[in-house]
């Protein structure tokens, strides 16, 4: 790992380079210039513009349409988190503020990141809206495309320009036609201040209520014109530190083990439920120093110094687990509650106008960050070791009473050390490009050209992994006539191995644990390349007004390679070490490359329909793209779309229908193979019936198609002359996804081969008998999911008396909701259940999700109340709840004894003050936030199916699990 941790100090390095650039540019800014006004308030699916100045028409591009228009309304719901909102918000960054809303469900961040350590995920922000999956959430800065965080096509927000954050804009729709492939959920638009001058900087720090998770913050940003005005160049720089909770619930009290103890329909006895919910369940194989799980021992457990004991068993048992007893075996809260995080960005942007009307620009983004995360400690081996009667380490009453040869031993190996997930992720990203306006049949036009080339290279490893056969060979030690102890295998013996006590704690040699650990690393290359341009304007003028129309076309590229470890890949020079890979306890990674090219083009016009007084005014936005993918073939994206502001003043309706893709990423189409066995009951040929030991090969597929999503919206929104300030909007929206990519069990590819599915027939491999030795699981276009809800947004703004002796005040109030009807997956598996996930909070779909804020502010101070709400729900809705003369469990309807999971609702309080020094100088923002500020316990989330280390008994998707978080922070500028 030293590697890895030499890479960020190298970047902290060019940071602090950086933030010394900055302090010449404020030297060099000159006295005169101030940093820019904040723009207007926005919201409602609306982009409010600022007041123009100097004669000057003020325009903008909304991230729902590629149509550039004066005061344009988009038909497509658009939330704008603007910078006002991103200030009260008073989070560490803006990815953390906007996920806040309540149509961003199940966004990944540190305190999501759970014990997965073979993923890579850790360290990342990225967002999910509608929880439809991050990876169809297209995420963009500046309207661009960025580089993706790993190969499932994730953008990592966590690495833009926190500072420069203008406004996140959120388009909660389908948006491919616009914007191209992943936009099946929505887009999600980071949009930066490009005109910023002068300098700014924030200072901040937080830490939660138990004195865990400190964390602060620093950036220092400036920007300054020259050769005259028509040069402007920008330079941020930030760094964010995050001490985390990367093992222990803490002081925390509200984790009590809750889990669901899981019985067999055919155990159930008649009128009691199928599953309890109950807590202090834990697995009953399980100790820290180990327990004898059969045979006339059984029960026997070992502790410090390796002296047995009795364990004591629970009182409600449902093997593998059980409710009460020794919850020595329980690392639950152990658990990771907050990864440790380092971040650091730096941004430069670079731009001069050729003409009064063309404008190029070159920038450069850099973030890197690296976080570690603790899992669960040694290896967690239910009951699956084998001690043999002569082992060296076992005490002599015990090895008196063994027969049979040995006994099964069921351990999480306490004496060796957490194992911990390094992610560790570096983005570079250079683009140029080109704004301007031109002349065409004497209409004005714009113009937007750019090309970037951006890299991530991530290096994921875990931190003292083991690997399973050294474990193996060592704890199988024996005792020579001499007094010493080696272990048994000669072949071990002559690789080194050393000993490894397991019975008891605090009996291992570090020199055994030494021999059996190690560190699986992955070292993944990502690239992206970008070539675009688009043009849009009025191209003339019909009945109704100026018919809008914009062009482009696209170029892109992505690729990756991936290296791996030689233990993962099977090419270690040990003969104890299987040649096929997979010898890590966890980790086990596999190199893999490849790459794919796009080339599309798109069009997109509005025509207005009507435009006069008796009527209002109504417009049709109409969108089409043609996309060619090197691997995934040609589609075709459209939309169509309305809006009508009525003759009612204030009253203005929406709808849309569009076509929308996810293009199968890198990942699906190239990932590496990965060999397990598996077992498959064969139905087809001479052997049917009869159940088989396979090779389970997981592969790419090359064959995958993209995912198709018809999205239908409908909205209204109310902005009324009889209350200025005010502005509501209600849509209803539903989307289709059909043909989504996922993968089958071995199982259900042998079934579906056996009802017809060819394809899938061919995923089968025989021997020349006919009899069946691998099954091949590869991606497949099979499942579907649907959805629908409704978004309801409003805010209101209006003067109110001073208070405490400052200027004009105002009360501004704003509320957002989203209300989830439906959410049903379908496998595409014949006769499987369909998971209806609205209001299981159990994942992240919960009925309601709701945010509400109330700002008083002034020209001195704003003091900020705001809510945050998640509706009750259940564990699963196909659950039948009762506790007695319950009816018998099916497989599609199981009964349980509390199926309930509480609701929350969290208040937070926040402020800022400001100070000035001097006659139009420095300017000091002093600012304070509270989160969660009544400490709320996160409810009880129970699960089943899950060993212990696994799962925290709440829901990280839709809970705060931190508790009340302080903090607080200085931001100044001059």
């Known amino acids: 790992m030293s590697i890895e941790r030499k890479g960020f100090r190298d970047r902290q390095n060019v940071c602090a380079s950086a933030l010394a650039a900055i302090c010449v540019t404020a030297f060099w800014q000159p006295a005169s210039a101030q940093s820019t006004a904040p723009p207007a308030p926005e919201s409602n699916g609306e982009v409010a513009t600022p007041a123009p100045t100097d004669a000057a028409l003020t325009t903008v591009t909304v991230t729902a349409t590629r149509i550039t228009r004066d005061g344009y309304s988009a038909p497509t719901p658009l939330t704008v988190f603007g910078e006002e909102d991103l200030t009260r918000a008073g989070q560490i960054n803006a990815f953390q503020a906007a996920n806040q809303l309540p149509s961003l469900a199940g966004s990944n961040s540190t305190s999501t990141f759970g014990t997965t350590q073979s993923t890579g995920t850790g360290g990342l922000s990225t967002l999910n809206l509608r929880g439809l999956g991050t990876n169809r959430t297209l995420t963009l800065l500046d309207n661009q495309r960025v580089v993706g965080a790993l190969n499932i096509g994730v953008t990592d927000a966590g690495a833009f320009p926190q500072a420069l954050v203008k406004r996140v804009e959120i388009v909660t729709g389908g948006a491919s036609a616009s914007w191209g492939s992943d936009a099946v959920a929505g887009v999600v638009n980071y949009v930066l201040d490009h005109e910023f001058t002068g300098v700014k900087g924030t200072v901040s720090g937080g830490v939660t209520t138990y004195g865990d998770d400190e964390q602060y913050l620093v950036s ?77 021992l059984m029960g026997t457990a070992f502790g410090p110094g390796g002296v047995p004991y009795t364990f004591q068993y629970g009182s409600l048992i449902a093997s593998p687990n059980m409710s009460g007893g020794d919850q020595s075996g329980d690392v639950g809260n152990n658990s990771n509650l907050d990864s440790t995080l380092e971040r650091d960005t730096v941004y430069l942007r670079l731009a ?145 191995c050393v000993p490894l006590n397991v019975i008891g704690t605090g009996v291992a040699s570090q020199d055994a644990i030494d021999w059996v650990s190690g560190t699986p690393f992955l070292h993944t290359r990502l690239k992206q390349e970008v070539v675009a341009v688009s043009a849009s304007g009025d191209v003339f003028d019909n009945w109704a007004g100026p018919v809008s129309l914009a062009v482009g076309a696209e170029y892109r590229r992505e690729s990756f390679s991936q290296r791996a470890d030689a233990a993962s890949t099977g090419n270690a020079d040990n003969p104890l070490l299987s040649a096929s890979g997979n010898n890590w306890f966890t980790g086990n990674f596999r190199p893999s490359a490849g790459a794919y090219d796009v080339i599309e083009g798109f069009a997109e016009t509005v025509v207005p329909i009507v435009n006069n007084e008796a009527a209002g005014k109504a417009e049709l936005n109409l969108a089409a793209r043609a996309t060619e993918y090197s691997e995934a073939g040609y589609v075709t994206t459209w939309k169509v779309g309305a809006t009508w502001e009525t003759p009612l003043p204030g009253l203005r309706l929406r709808g849309l229908q569009s076509r929308d893709i996810r293009a199968p990423n890198l990942s699906e189409l190239f990932r590496a193979p990965q060999n397990l066995t598996g077992t498959v009951i064969d139905l087809v040929g001479p052997f049917a019936g009869q159940s088989f030991t396979v090779n389970q090969a997981t592969l790419a597929n090359l064959d995958l198609e993209p995912e198709y999503s018809k999205t239908k919206q409908i909205g209204v929104v109310y902005q009324p002359d009889w209350l200025p300030g005010f502005s509501a909007s209600i849509d209803y929206y539903r989307i289709n996804v059909e043909g989504a990519i996922g993968t089958i069990t071995t199982q259900q590819e042998m079934d579906l081969c056996f009802q017809g599915n060819q394809t899938l027939c061919d995923f089968i491999v025989r021997d020349a008998s006919g009899m069946v030795t691998e099954v091949r699981l590869k991606p497949v276009n099979l499942a579907s999911t649907e959805t629908d809800g409704v978004d309801i947004e409003a805010s209101y703004r209006t003067p109110v008396p001073a208070l405490f002796g400052a200027g004009p005040a105002d009360l501004t109030l704003r509320a957002l909701a989203t209300h989830v009807f439906k959410y049903d997956t379908d496998s595409g598996i014949p006769n499987a259940i369909v998971t209806e996930a609205a ?33 009750p729900g259940v564990i699963a809705n196909n659950w039948i709840e009762c506790t007695s003369n319950c009816p018998a469990p099916t497989i599609n309807n199981p009964t349980v004894n509390n199926n309930h999971i509480k609701g929350a609702l969290y208040w937070d309080l926040g402020g800022t003050y400001d100070l000035e020094f001097g006659n139009g100088g420095m300017k000091n923002q002093l600012y304070f936030k509270i989160d969660n500020l009544f400490n709320l316990d996160p409810p009880k989330v129970a699960t089943a199916g899950l060993n212990p280390y696994l799962v925290r008994a709440t829901n990280s998707a839709l809970y705060d699990l931190l508790g009340r978080m302080y903090r607080l922070g200085v931001r100044f500028s001059f």
Request: with cysteine.
């Open 220 to 296: 220092l940003t400036a920007g300054t014109k020259f050769a005259d005005g028509r040069g402007h160049f920008i330079i941020s720089g930030e760094y964010q530190n995050n001490d985390g909770i990367p093992r222990g619930i803490g002081d925390r009290d509200w984790y009590d083990g809750t889990r669901i103890l899981q019985r067999t329909i055919a155990g159930t006895p008649a009128g009691e439920p199928q599953y309890i919910v109950a807590p202090n369940t834990v697995d009953m194989r399980l100790a820290p120093g180990g327990l004898i799980t059969a045979g006339p």
């Open 352 to 496: 001069y106008d050729l003409t009064s009307s063309m404008n190029v620009y070159a920038t450069y983004n850099h973030g890197g960050v690296e976080t570690t995360a603790h899992s669960f400690p040694g290896q967690y081996r239910t009951g699956n070791l084998t001690i043999r009667c002569d082992n060296a380490y076992l005490p002599a009453q015990i090895a008196a009473g063994c027969t049979g040869g040995g006994f099964q031993f069921g351990s999480y190996i306490a004496d060796l050390p957490d194992s911990v997930a390094v992610n560790e992720r570096t983005m570079d990203r250079f683009t140029v490009g080109l704004d301007g306006e031109f002349s065409l049949f004497n209409r004005n036009w714009t113009l937007n050209a750019y090309a970037t080339q951006g890299t991530t290279v991530t290096d994921s490893s875990i931190e003292h992994g083991t690997l399973n056969n050294l474990v193996l060979a060592a704890i199988d030690a024996i005792r020579l006539p001499d007094g010493s102890v080696v272990c048994r295998s000669a072949v071990a013996q002559a690789n080194g």
């Open 839 to 871: 209001g299981q909070n159990s994942g992240n779909i919960a009925n309601w999700r709701a945010y509400a804020t109330e700002s008083y502010s002034t020209d001195r101070f704003s003091i900020t109340l705001a809510q945050r709400w998640v509706s």
